[in-house]
């Protein structure tokens, strides 16, 4: 490692400004003469391009869940199939002529899972997908 | 249904994907750990959001009819500011702060004068697209920039134009450090070639500290185009670590001991030639020491390689391992006759084993999947990784003491520098 002489005056605790005369408290002086004046500066955005969105209009809704078929999807998430069956235990308690179905998403939490998707229009009326953790 | 601890995230997230409006009913959080019991008093509740019967409000969200503005459609681009920002070096500082721009520690201001001194150190275009990048692939769309962009956040991290291609080869790549799981997870990037003495990078004493500019500010821009460059590190929104992690402030940014390594260093292991510059990737849990373990007190020369397999034993068998050894250990693994890293790995791999049980009882690791798993019973013993390439090992260090680190970590690519430069 190459030692200069800044670097061994630093060793034994003595800094080099004091030695050579500091400039930074020469500027301190200055600035108790005269404050200069605030300058201004242009800061470019650091922000990316987000995409533009497609609104998706939602799904007509049902005139009654009344007899019809619900299913319940997990996102895999723990916790989430427990808790869905106690939500079809409440449709049982307090809407037995709803049919309940429960279904775990494949994949991650965000895959598609189009197979389970296509059943749930051919076979169910509505979906309560769940949960979080 | 979603638990009150993701609101943010699930409102904001329905409306990137076209669905400002979409009804979503809340319940208490958590439901993972909690009775059937409770989890029903839940059910029989309020909403904590609406204040309303939870589960009226659920029959109600599918039969309500729908309003004309849950019905519409068309495009709208969502807002990022505007191109610049003029005010005083204080004003910008809080400005950025407050608008969720920096790491919350002062930046350097991104003027035009620095950004184009920044553009410098690479032959590529202003208006060049670089990548993509999500703070979650698949959960949140991803947003595109430009090397302008990169380059901007290049300055406000402190970088130097010779940082620069290095820094677009992480941009290239669309891999944010702060990845939203509640997993507070940590990325890892390690550099390989000459670039790392060209740029005075240190592998050596101190290498993983906040010792060397190059070091320090290539992860620290790295951090900010995770925030900046895809919307992502918005706590509650974009990012969901339940603790957080330190290591996010800069990342691990670990060039590679290759002289005094006596393996072949970590890019040419991935078909890359020596005098190549290549940043490759790492991201998981987090990292730790290895110092205490089983073997390590062995003389003359300790048994580094059955401290590792203890020291790895309890990670999590979803992420691999990254290794970090100081040049004493790897040279220390080398007498004990580790010839090659992939010799060690395949040691590894074999001998760090795990009950079938405790691996049920065990969360984030799974068990083999294929016909021999038909054959195992609750007492079988298994290698905890199936696969060998879970293992990873990188040389790092400046020879002070023959200690290791270790991180639950899994590689994911390698990447060129100098085709960014």
Request: hydrophobic residues 40%.
């Amino acid at each position: 490692m190459k030692m200069n002489r800044r670097k061994i005056l630093s060793l034994i605790g003595i800094s080099p400004a004091v030695l050579a005369g500091s400039p930074v408290l020469a500027a301190k002086d200055n600035k108790k003469k005269a404050a200069p004046a605030e300058v201004k500066l242009t800061a470019l955005n650091p922000r990316g391009i987000p995409p533009p969105i497609t609104l998706i209009p939602m799904a007509p809704r049902l005139a009654t869940l009344e007899g019809k078929t619900v299913y319940l999807v997990s996102d895999g998430f723990p916790g989430a199939d427990h808790f869905l069956d106690q939500v079809a235990k409440w449709f049982k308690n307090n809407m037995p002529s709803v049919t309940t179905e429960y279904r775990l998403k494949a994949g991650g939490f965000a895959d598609d899972d189009p197979k389970l998707f296509a059943e749930i229009k051919t076979k169910g009326n509505a979906v309560i997908m769940a949960i979080g953790h | 249904m979603v638990t009150i601890a993701f609101k943010d995230l699930a409102l904001t997230n329905c409306a990137k994907r076209g669905m400002p409006l979409q009804r979503i009913a809340f319940t208490p959080h958590p439901v993972w750990g909690k009775t059937d019991e409770q989890m029903y008093a839940y059910l029989e509740g309020n909403d904590p959001v609406s204040g309303k019967p939870l589960m009226k409000e659920v029959v109600d969200s599918l039969t309500r009819p729908l309003t004309a503005e849950e019905s519409k459609t068309g495009i709208v681009t969502p807002p990022t500011g505007a191109p610049t920002f003029t005010d005083t070096a204080d004003s910008l500082q809080q400005y950025f702060l407050d608008n969720g721009m920096t790491d919350t520690m002062p930046i350097i201001i991104p003027t035009q004068e620095k950004v184009d001194a920044m553009l410098k150190g690479t032959s590529h275009k202003p208006d060049e697209v670089v990548g993509k990048m999500t703070p979650a692939q698949g959960a949140f769309p991803p947003w595109s920039y430009t090397v302008q962009q990169v380059a901007v956040n290049a300055v406000m991290a402190g970088a130097t134009p010779e940082y620069f291609p290095t820094i677009l080869a992480i941009a290239s790549t669309g891999i944010s450090a702060l990845f939203s799981s509640t997993n507070s997870l940590v990325s890892a990037a390690v550099i390989n070639g000459p670039i790392r003495d060209k740029l005075t990078m240190n592998y050596g004493i101190g290498a993983m500290g906040p010792f060397n500019q190059p070091n320090a500010t290539i992860g620290r821009a790295w951090t900010l185009m995770s925030r900046n460059l895809d919307g992502g590190g918005i706590c509650g929104e974009t990012y969901m670590g339940s603790q957080g992690n330190v290591i996010n402030y800069s990342n691990l940014i670990i060039p590679e001991n290759e002289k005094d390594s006596p393996w072949p260093p970590f890019h040419v292991q991935k078909g890359f030639k020596p005098e190549e510059n290549v940043i490759s990737f790492f991201f998981g849990f987090c990292i730790t020491q290895g110092q205490g373990g089983k073997g390590l007190g062995v003389k003359p020369i300790p048994l580094y390689h059955q401290a590792m397999s203890a020291n790895v034993a309890p990670f999590a068998s979803l992420f691999g391992a990254l290794f970090l050894l100081d040049p004493l250990v790897a040279n220390g693994l080398g007498d004990l006759g580790y010839k090659t890293k992939e010799q060690l790995g395949d040691w590894l791999q074999k001998n760090t084993t795990v009950v079938v049980k405790d691996v049920k009882s065990m969360l984030f690791s799974g068990l083999p999947r294929g016909p021999e798993a038909a054959s195992l019973t609750d007492d079988s013993v298994i290698p905890k990784w199936s696969r060998l390439d879970a293992f990873n090992f990188v040389v790092v260090g400046g020879q002070t003491n023959p200690y290791h680190q270790l991180a639950n970590m899994s590689y994911r690519v390698s990447a060129s520098i100098d085709k960014w430069a």
